[in-house]
Each structure stands twice: as C-alpha cells, then as structure tokens.
C-alpha cells in the first residue's frame, strides 16, 4: 500500500483533520493523489489529478465522507478491483467502517497488514430499445425504476432467465445486489442479506396489492423488467440521478463481471448492523 489515492465527499468540512490524514500518509513515504476539486478545496493543488487518473497505478483508494462518497469511489476502482477503506464523515455510513476519530489506527492496522479484503458483487444494468442495447451502467446497490415525475403507478412485469415472474402496479421496482439489501430496499420491506451470499433481491415499491413480497433469486440469473402499458419510467443506479426510458424500453440486470473490494479492519457484518441499524441487541 505504497500508492493511494483520496475521493472526497464535496460537502467535507474537516479540512484540519484531512490534511492531518495527508501529513500522516506523506511521513511514512505514501504517493498521494487527490482528486483535483478536492485538492484545491484544502490547499494541495500539487496533488492533485483529474479523476480520470485518480485511479491510475495506486493499491488502494480511501472514500473520506458517506455511503454516497464511498459508492462513488467503487465506480471508479471496482473493474481494476483496486481496494477500498472507507472513513466515514458525517451520517449513517452503513458501508464506511472507520470513523474520523480512528483514521490512524486503522492505517496502521493496514501497514502491519492486519486486514482483511471483503468482496462484494456487483450488477450490471442494460436498458434495451427495439432488442438493442442503448444504455449500459455498473452498480454496487442497487437498480430502481420508478414512475420519475408521474402521478400514475407503473404496471410492471418482470422475467428471471425470460421465464416469467409475474407482473403488478407499483410506485416502481427494486433490484439488489446483498449489499444494496440494506439500503433503500430495506425501506421497501426487503430482507436483510449476508454480503457473502451470491444472489440478487426483487422488491416492488408500494405494490397495490398484498401479494408481492420480496423474491431472492441466485445472482446467475438475468432479470427483465418491462412497463407493459407506455407508461413514464425513470432509472436509477446506486442513487445516481434518474434517466428517463422511453415507452417499451426494456431493463435488463445482471451479475457485473467484476467485484468491489472493502478493506475491513476490525468490524463485522452484524456488528455493524446492530451499531448503524440497531438491529437487536
């Protein structure tokens, strides 16, 4: 870990604390690069890079801010599979393991390579015109369709391996990967998934009726959705602003052809959940 790299969340506040980080990096000999909005934020404009080259030749990426932040970071490592540590500034951070106040513990637990490397799988999302790809876009979390600024539902059908699954009207429909198991689709009335288990969650938004329930299925599968009466769609990725579908467009998610690696230090997956979620005692 001789390389790094740093992605900031933009609305970062602790400048004293992060050019402490920095200093902290550069004594023990680090290669630092920043991204170069952020470099410039907090007065390093000579390490700073486009993020195109925030990636190039480093062992490893530090996500400084929130899930959002940390999402960001796995976009732009996850098909080098280059690891993560995530530092959480700020709210929740399901998925960033260190607080601020920790940073230099858990660094050095990396040093001393006491750590593990936790995978996560990711998926793939095609949306298909006329049976031709027109869109193609990677996530961690989670795919979500959803009616964008309509009032009306969506009458959705989907399909697992073209085998049909079943059709309903709905606010929309979620699908994700274990690790987007906690996140909006647990506000859907999803289950919770061991990030270890390989498969992938089917979720309708506010279904009207009282049938749907969620559906996991193997992540070998491949799902199609369609909006079966013209109706507007919007799509989103891991929370990224919507695209809007035209009429008949078809989704097509799938397993991602490459992991996401997290740098994990001390903390499990139930230990997390009971901090962050306050899931049981």
Known sequence: MKKISFLATPKLREKDTILNIISFLARRGISLKLDKNFAKKIGKEELGVSEERLVDGID??????????????????AEREI??????????????????????????????????????????????????????????????????????LLHLQFFVNERYGGSFAADGIVACTPTGSTAYALSTGGPIVSPEVDCFVINAICPHTLSARPLVISSGKTIKIVETTGSHMGLSIDGQPTVSLDEKEEIIVSKGSFNVKFIRIEKNFYQILREKLNWVE
């Open 60 to 77: 490893m990426m530090i996500s400084l801010g929130g899930d959002g932040t940390l999402l960001r970071a796995a976009r732009l490592v």
């Open 83 to 152: 690891p993560i540590l995530g530092i959480n500034i700020g709210g929740l951070g399901f998925l960033t393991e260190v607080p601020l106040s920790e940073y230099e513990k858990a660094l050095l637990s990396i040093f001393e390579k006491n750590y593990h490397i936790e995978e996560r799988i990711t998926l793939q999302c095609a949306v298909l015109k006329n049976g031709k790809p027109s869109l193609k876009f990677y996530g961690l979390n989670d795919v979500v369709i959803h009616r964008g600024g309509s009032s009306h």
